[in-house]
């Protein structure tokens, strides 16, 4: 049994606990949140997990193997950092750190204590980028020639990252998981604040890597729609995953271009191929469901190494970082 602390039940906190509390592994023991009202409603939902405004009575209990940090992230690396100091395994709210420093020093010492830290990309967990993932290991797509990611709505303005922390985050996850094997090596990006908050309510991420390969995330508070929308190209067929379908989440499409020169260098012929599209099966699975049991198996086995480990957690900070930094100084381009 994983003998557990949860800091933080404020919007994404009380779907971790429901997971957490429904996996027969886990026992939660104690919910931490400052809000009087939000513990006042834990009470009423889960009489039998003590309520605490003190994140030392999870942080410093020697019961406690788990801790679960949902709080902004801001709050992530002192909180982080004492669990581990403690002895417990973390399991945190991404982004990992606010900055790539501090995930450095956190994977550090985790390692000097034997301890795991899972980060919350929740969405390597879904039927659609498992299924993604699929068709990239296994040559279906052919040689990638972009990934370009749309994540759109109007609102969540949040008080303490930009739209870039907020909402590519996820995308750039996703991102580095299906292809772990092309490294970044530069960014761009752009950025505008239309309310004078210090904070990017709209930005344009542009990032190269050291092939032809080239990645785009826009990202915006500002649209009138909601547009969850990832496209992956390659030389044999390219896909299309629309998560807010209903159903047919992902649409792979037998359609490129072929490209071949004649004796002749100044003579090339470029032909289309246009064949049909089809909508893979994918898993009816819950995202964090699935992540919550991926952990405890984590948590309780000695050979698996996490896909959401604090690495996986660093890798996204350091171009959540650039980003910010281009943005800040109109575009340029940041090395990584």
């Not at 939000?38 to 788990?66: H, S, W």
């Not at 826009?218 to 190209?233: D, E, G, I």
């Not at 004649?262 to 089809?278: A, C, V």
Request: glycine share 6%; with cysteine.
């Amino acid at each position: 049994m994983i003998n557990t602390g949860i800091i933080g039940y404020g919007y994404w906190g009380p779907n971790i606990l429901r997971n957490f509390y429904a996996n027969e592994e886990i026992n939660v023991k104690f919910v931490c949140d400052f809000a009087t009202d939000r513990l006042a409603l834990l009470k009423k939902n889960y009489p039998g997990i003590t309520g605490t405004v003190n994140p030392d009575d999870i942080l410093n209990n020697p019961e406690i193997d788990l801790v679960a940090i949902i709080t902004p992230v801001f709050t992530h690396y002192e909180l982080a950092k004492k669990a581990l100091e403690n002895g417990k395994h973390v399991f945190v709210e991404k982004p990992f750190t606010s900055t790539s420093q501090q995930a450095e020093e956190l994977i550090s010492l985790a390692e000097k204590k034997k301890r795991l830290i899972m980060i919350d990309h929740t969405f390597l967990f879904t039927g659609s980028v498992r299924k993604m993932k699929e068709l990239i290991d296994n040559g279906s797509i052919g040689n990638l020639y972009y990934y370009d990611s749309v994540r759109i709505n109007l609102g969540l303005f949040q008080h303490d990252v930009d739209v870039v922390w907020d909402l590519a985050a996820h995308d750039i996850s996703i991102m580095n998981y299906l292809i772990p094997h092309k490294k970044p090596i530069s960014i761009n990006a752009y950025g505008a604040d239309h309310f004078d908050r210090g904070l990017a309510n709209i930005a344009y991420l542009f990032v190269k890597f050291d092939d032809h390969f080239i990645a785009h995330f826009h990202c915006n508070w500002l649209s009138p729609v909601k547009l969850r929308k990832t496209l992956v190209a390659g030389d044999k067929k390219m896909l299309v995953w629309d998560d807010l379908e209903e159903s047919d989440k992902i649409k792979l499409f037998d359609k490129g271009v072929e490209v071949s020169t004649k004796e002749d260098i100044y003579s090339l012929l470029i032909k289309y191929r246009s064949g049909e599209m089809t909508t893979p099966l994918l898993e009816n699975i819950e995202a964090l469901k699935e992540e919550t049991q991926y952990m405890v198996n984590c948590l309780l086995s000695d050979n698996l190494h996490p896909i959401n480990d604090g690495k996986a957690g660093l890798d996204v900070v350091r171009i959540l970082e650039a980003s910010s930094k281009s943005i800040k100084h109109n575009g340029i381009e940041i090395k990584l």
